[in-house]
């Protein structure tokens, strides 16, 4: 009966977000009424002490990064550097690879160290113009995002400095390069599979005469550029380098300026005890919004008239989409925190542990556990912290390598998480102004590729023995 609990909050969230209710009204209601049928006396408790505390907790740290990110993604596009980008990639590669371009424009801000909710911003103006131009309809430009940002440079390919390739370094005493022949081959697997679906579905929709879309039926689309002559591409693409660089740089940097930890006295009257934060927990936050502003300055240097002309009226359309992104990913958070504190969950989590090979097991366990709470990375800890002695344990004994199960893990963890509820799914569908019934599809196919591919490298290592 608890299992029955826990499956039927999944499938009610699952099914809200895609009628499109609010994810931040229907999440509480889907954990507390779990909560409800569980034992009644801690619906309150959990609703103050674990879902807002985990819901505050997530907007305390990362909401300065949805709004900068934001912010930048406006810039690039009221600067005019998103049209000189797609003009010059047209030019280029001509437009009937625009979905590969937006693939290979995520894949290097994420491998870069750029945040997700970061890329899916930054990225969105330049994949509108793009599919605009090439005429490609509008609904595939989530599942291409999804495609280039959420899969193979998230936790496949060797040493991206993603979260989920950071998390199983601390359970397995590996580094962020395990398994490189491995992640290598399911990077490219991911890659040509989910190219060939969006190929197919672009070739579908022209052969049916469907086109970007009509404007006026288009939500939160971007504004077009009216500053007259486009910005030299090279000029154009420098923020987004930049973006990169710096973060690597400020990754770096932050660690050695503030050691592990910092303190500071938080007033002047009275004898209040300092606040003390652990550097090392968030460097990566302070890294991401450091590069972010050294983004948002150059677009200004470079275009400081174009970008103030409409500055005023585009920050407030950017910070409303931030707030609602924001709101959306840390109501999912509350939410699979939640979920994971009932005894359900638990009969998940042994049922998944009678699986009997180990690499299978693992990726089995993570995988589930990260579509169960709508989150990789939570998915995966809470996996690794219940049954990392476990995986281990059946490892050592089969003489598997530990940097194979680093990379099964990693890789499991981006697999069945972008289910309907996952925030990053909302936040993509939000800035795109699209709807899970318009474009979840896609992204579910490109959940379905990264998903084989787990199982492709245990394949390939069974069947070779790389690593």
């Not at 990064?65 to 990639?89: D, M, N, P, Q």
Request: hydrophobic share 55%; proline share 6%.
């Amino acid at each position: 009966m608890a299992f029955l609990i826990v499956l039927a909050s999944l499938c009610f969230l699952m099914f809200v977000a895609y009628r499109g209710y609010s994810v931040i009204l229907f999440a509480p209601i889907a954990a507390l009424g779990a909560v409800l049928l569980t034992d009644p006396s801690l619906v309150a408790p959990m609703f103050t002490g674990l879902f807002m505390d985990k819901m505050v907790g997530f907007l305390k740290l990362y909401f300065p990064v949805f709004v900068l990110g934001a912010v930048f993604g406006k810039v690039i596009e009221l600067s005019g550097f998103s049209k000189s980008i797609v003009t010059a990639v047209i030019r280029i590669v001509g437009p009937q690879r625009a979905m590969l371009s937006i693939v290979l424009v995520c894949a290097l801000l994420t491998y870069g160290g750029v945040s997700l909710f970061v890329v899916v911003f930054a990225v969105y103006p330049f994949a509108a113009e793009l599919f605009r131009q090439g005429n490609i309809p509008k609904r595939l430009i989530p599942g291409t995002i999804a495609l280039g940002a959420f899969t193979f440079t998230m936790d496949a390919l060797p040493g991206t400095p993603q979260i989920q390739n950071i998390i199983p370094t601390t359970f397995f005493g590996t580094n962020t390069w395990a398994a490189p022949v491995l992640g290598t081959i399911g990077g490219v697997f991911i890659l040509i599979l989910g190219m060939s679906y969006l190929e197919w579905r672009r070739r579908a929709a022209a052969a049916k005469g469907e086109g970007y879309g009509d404007a006026a039926s288009l939500a939160n689309e971007p504004a077009t550029y009216r500053g007259g002559a486009l910005p030299n591409p090279v000029i154009a693409v420098l923020p987004l380098v930049l973006v990169g660089v710096a973060n690597i740089l400020f990754t770096w940097w932050i660690p050695q300026a503030y050691g592990d930890s910092h303190s500071f006295i938080p007033a002047v009257i009275g004898s209040p005890a300092p606040v003390v934060q652990e550097v090392s927990r968030i460097t990566a936050i302070w890294a991401v919004l450091g590069a972010l502003l050294v983004g948002i300055g150059t677009v200004l240097v470079f275009a400081f008239r174009p970008v103030m002309s409409s500055f005023a009226e585009g920050s407030k359309s950017a910070v409303g989409g931030a707030l609602l992104a924001a709101g959306n990913t840390a109501s999912e958070y509350g939410f699979g925190a939640v979920i994971a504190a009932l005894p359900g969950f638990l009969v998940v989590a042994n049922a998944l542990g009678s699986i009997p090979d180990p690499l299978v097991n693992e990726a089995v366990t993570v995988t589930a556990l990260a579509g169960i709470t709508g989150s990789a990375s939570g998915g995966m800890s809470i996996a690794l912290a219940a049954m990392a002695d476990t995986f281990i344990a059946n490892a050592n004994a089969a003489g598997i390598p530990m940097d194979v199960l680093h990379r099964v893990a990693s890789m499991a963890s981006g697999g069945m998480d972008t289910l309907p509820h996952n925030g990053a799914v909302i936040t993509l569908l939000a800035v795109t102004g699209l709807s899970h019934r318009q474009s979840y599809k896609d992204i579910f196919a490109v959940t379905c590729i990264k998903t084989m591919a787990v199982f492709v490298i245990i394949g390939v290592y069974y069947a070779t023995g790389l690593v």
